[in-house]
């Protein structure tokens, strides 16, 4: 049992679970028996045994019962529950393209029924159970209140509503002005953005796969790896300090994780020329930085500006994209695509070199 | 039996009642029609819909639920404001009141879970969306609706994560506030904003930022509190309603709710 937790523990760190969630998320649109309903139970059935069987933990316990996190809790079997039930429908409407039948949708596509009873009633049913749902949920489990505030006395665990925590592990890779304003409204744009970059016209009303592939697991990558994968980490995995615990592990407020970031300029010019920052020899002013970050600003740059065209021409992929898209739009979703990305291009970067900032210009509050 | 059929009968046929329902239970399909096509309420839906468009396997019912849960914390939300101040002085203690004091005190609780799940249903609702494709043409302008309402359902949350006034409360806020100390140009922590100053005077400064302009000064204080309190029962509500109308306004004008063709 101590082997199994220390094994869990161990592979719960951000690293692990990182690599071994996004291994799994491209495994699973190749996995067709993952969505049908033997398997759908089995999962069911398992992940509630896994569950039950890790309340026996005391650690675990605290930290899946905590009123706010209950609903976190929530969220993961509701995820994995719709995942399912979307990619079951349309792995199903599938099978049924590829022998020429319509997906199962159509079949009902020109039936009409009266609203009044039968959408009437399933609204008033859904009402009655939820709001049941909701009295029953507020009478077992109060709402927490913690001491009164206290500006003078910042508590050892501080975290952002939980629906924000996937922002502040972001913190942990980039400076607040990228994870807490940049980034957050490259999200809103690109979302909004999605039905004027995406003009395949099929797929449209139905579930299915195969018709939409890309555009499925890119907004599924974002959507589950990078913002409720980060949530998940954030709410149950990060303790004081924002210092990782496992789940089987005590929250310990002394815990000490050693900084050793090194920033890119630091890497060239002091590891690898062994000249020193040239803003110690060449002037602090502004030539002095340009200079010490001049490789970082060509990186940056050349990720956004030299990678969509450079992609166009060399995979054939990507000048599918480039044909049926059109150049604006293209380039549109490129630099979105290319922004999400770095995402986990800092996360591995950070793991396997200690890379702090790829630009960092702390003087003018500038790090990328 | 048959006493119970006399009662319904005399109530259904009562003045009383014929004033407050003026049809009975519908029978036919043109009573149907009617009783959707009257109603103030009800008339928000088409008269007739697609057999496809409201199997629950299709849409999960997500964006009725997140009505719902919104209608049920409009209605909390009121209760709570007849206890609640949002000064430093009775913010707290009116919370703990509310728990302790309060007969029936379930109000906090409702509201407070109500307002996790929506967030939820909503995240569902727009995941759904995507899966069947359903911002395609010619909903691509509701789906920018939906993300507004998204974005405004998570203002509506963080602004209510305030109010409890406790270390929780507090402490987050302040973690998301400053985040808008490093906003470009508009904060004081943020790239370029050093390059707004006039000589060596900054025009951006800790004093009047990004995040003063959040919080009512430069930490987490009883201006902030009113702030928080004011969007979150007044502002954002408004918006958020009047974006709710328009994206079920356009979830009929676009075609009711989307099918293969
Ligand atoms: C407060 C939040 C929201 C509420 C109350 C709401 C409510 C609804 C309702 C009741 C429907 C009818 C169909 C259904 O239930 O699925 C609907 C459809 C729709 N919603 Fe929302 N919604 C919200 C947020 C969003 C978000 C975040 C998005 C996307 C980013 C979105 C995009 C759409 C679209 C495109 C449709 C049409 C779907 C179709 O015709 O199949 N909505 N919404």
Same mark, same amino acid.
């Given at each position: 049992m101590e082997a199994v937790k220390g094994f869990i523990n161990w592979i719960s760190d951000p690293r692990w679970l990182f690599l071994l969630s996004v291994i799994l998320f491209f495994?699973?649109?190749?996995?067709?028996?993952?969505w049908t309903v033997k398997f759908g139970i089995v999962a069911l059935i398992a992940s509630l045994a896994f569950f039950g069987?890790?309340?026996l933990d005391k650690n675990f316990r605290i930290i899946s019962t905590t009123p706010d996190n209950v609903p976190i809790v929530g969220l993961i079997f509701l995820m994995a529950f719709f995942t399912w039930l979307s990619l079951k429908q349309a792995f199903d409407n599938d099978d049924r393209l590829r022998i020429g039948q319509p997906p199962k949708e159509r079949t009902e596509r020109f039936e009409k029924v009266m609203v009044w009873p039968d959408l009437v009633?399933?609204?008033?049913?859904?009402?009655?159970?939820?709001g049941a749902v909701l009295v029953i949920w507020s009478i077992v489990l109060k709402a927490p209140l913690e001491q009164p505030s206290n500006p003078t006395f910042s508590p050892?665990?501080?975290? %952002?509503?939980?629906?924000?925590? !996937? +922002?502040?592990?972001?913190?942990?890779?980039?400076?607040?002005?990228? %994870?807490?304003?940049?980034?957050? !409204? +490259?999200i809103i744009v690109g979302l909004m953005a999605i039905p004027y970059i995406d003009r395949n016209p099929r797929g449209s009303g139905y579930y299915t796969f195969a018709e939409r592939k890309y555009e499925i697991m890119v907004f599924m990558f974002g959507f589950m790896i990078l913002w409720l994968l980060l949530i998940v980490i954030g709410t149950f995995l990060r303790g004081p300090n924002w210092n990782f615990f496992g789940p089987y592990e005590t929250w310990d407020v002394a815990k000490v994780t050693p900084m050793v970031n090194v920033n890119l300029s630091e890497y060239i010019w002091v590891k690898i020329l062994g000249v020193g920052l040239p803003n110690q020899w060449f002037g602090a002013k502004y030539m002095g930085i340009l200079l010490r970050e001049l490789f970082g600003f060509i990186l940056v740059i050349g990720y956004f500006t030299a990678l969509p065209p450079v992609l166009a021409n060399r995979s054939r992929l990507f000048n599918g994209f480039y044909k049926t898209l059109g150049g604006a739009r293209y380039h549109v979703m490129m630099f979105l695509l290319l922004a999400m990305m770095t995402l986990p291009i800092k996360m591995i970067l950070r793991w396997t070199i200690d890379l702090k900032y790829i630009v960092s210009i702390p003087e003018w509050f500038f790090n990328i | 039996m048959s006493k119970i059929k006399d009662f319904q009968e005399y109530v259904s046929k009562s003045q009383v009642w014929r004033s407050i329902f003026r049809v009975g239970v519908p029978t036919t399909d043109r009573k149907r029609a009617l009783a959707v096509l009257g109603n103030v309420f009800l008339h928000l839906h088409p008269v007739?819909?697609?057999?496809?468009?409201?199997?629950?396997?299709?849409?999960?019912?997500?964006?009725?639920?997140?009505?719902?849960?919104?209608?049920?914390?409009?209605?909390?939300?009121?209760?709570?404001?007849?206890?609640?101040?949002?000064t430093g002085e009775y913010a707290y203690p009116d919370i703990v009141d509310l728990g302790e004091q309060v007969s029936l005190g379930l109000m906090r609780e409702l509201h407070r879970w109500a307002a996790h799940?929506?967030?939820?249903?909503?995240?569902?609702?727009?995941?759904?969306?995507?899966?069947t494709g359903s911002y395609k043409p010619p909903r691509e302008f509701n789906w920018g609706v939906g993300v507004l309402l998204l974005i405004f359902t998570l203002l509506l949350s963080f602004t209510g994560y305030l109010l409890p006034w406790d270390q929780l409360a507090i402490w987050a806020i302040t973690v998301g506030g400053n985040m808008a100390r490093a906003t470009p140009f508009a904060g004081y922590e943020g790239p370029g904003a050093s390059l707004l100053s006039?000589?060596?005077?900054?025009?951006?400064h800790a004093g009047d930022d990004a995040r003063f302009a959040l919080l009512g000064g430069r930490f987490v204080g009883t201006n902030a509190l009113l702030r928080f309190y004011v969007l979150h029962c007044v502002g954002i509500p408004i918006v958020a309603g009047a974006l709710m109308a328009v994206h079920f306004w356009r979830v009929r004008k676009d075609g009711g709710i989307s099918g293969p063709l």
């Open positions: 495994f699973m649109f190749r996995l067709r028996v993952l069987l890790s309340m009633y399933t609204e008033f049913i859904a009402t009655v159970l939820l050892p665990v501080m975290k %952002a509503p939980w629906y924000f925590l !996937g +922002l502040q592990e972001m913190l942990v890779y980039y400076d607040p002005w990228l %994870a807490g304003v940049v980034l957050p !409204g +490259l | 007739k819909v697609r057999t496809s468009g409201i199997r629950l396997k299709y849409t999960w019912c997500m964006g009725g639920i997140s009505f719902f849960l919104f209608l049920v914390l409009s209605l909390t939300g009121l209760l709570l404001m007849f206890y609640y101040r949002p799940l929506m967030v939820i249903t909503v995240w569902l609702h727009m995941f759904r969306v995507f899966m006039i000589g060596d005077i900054r025009l951006v």
